[in-house]
Nanobody
Framework: VQLQASGGGLVQAGRSLRLSCALS????????MGWYRQAPGEQRELVAL???????TYGHSVKGRSTITRDIAKNTGYLRMNSLKPEDTAVYYC?????????WGQGTQVTVSS
């Protein structure tokens, strides 16, 4: 299973951003996909998860201003973040659980300028 993240970049505070995560390979038994992020000197933290049944979980720091969705036909997940803050600056990692195993994408940098 391979995960390809895209959509990161430099954005002004208050604006929105959409990240994409395209899965390829043997994704037949995918159960969860989502996003984590890691800022310099910080631990990796949960941003959002979506299950194969469509249930979602959000990290407390983004809850209320982020939406995770998934296009099953395209094997692609999306994370839209609104009202971005400088503290949202981090490397965002796409994650998927397939057949009980964890897979990670390469990470995409999101930088929010004040």
């Amino acid at each position: 299973v391979q995960l390809q993240a895209s959509g990161g970049g430099l954005v002004q505070a208050g604006r929105s951003l959409r990240l994409s995560c395209a899965l390829s390979g043997n994704t037949f038994s995918i159960t969860i996909m989502g996003w984590y992020r890691q800022a310099p000197g910080e631990q990796r933290e949960l941003v959002a998860l979506i299950s194969n049944l469509g249930s979602t979980t959000y990290g407390h720091s983004v809850k209320g201003r982020s939406t995770i969705t998934r296009d099953i036909a395209k094997n692609t997940g999306y994370l839209r973040m609104n009202s971005l803050k400088p503290e949202d600056t981090a490397v965002y990692y796409c994650h998927a659980m397939v057949g009980g195993a964890n897979y990670w994408g390469q990470g995409t940098q999101v930088t929010v300028s004040s």
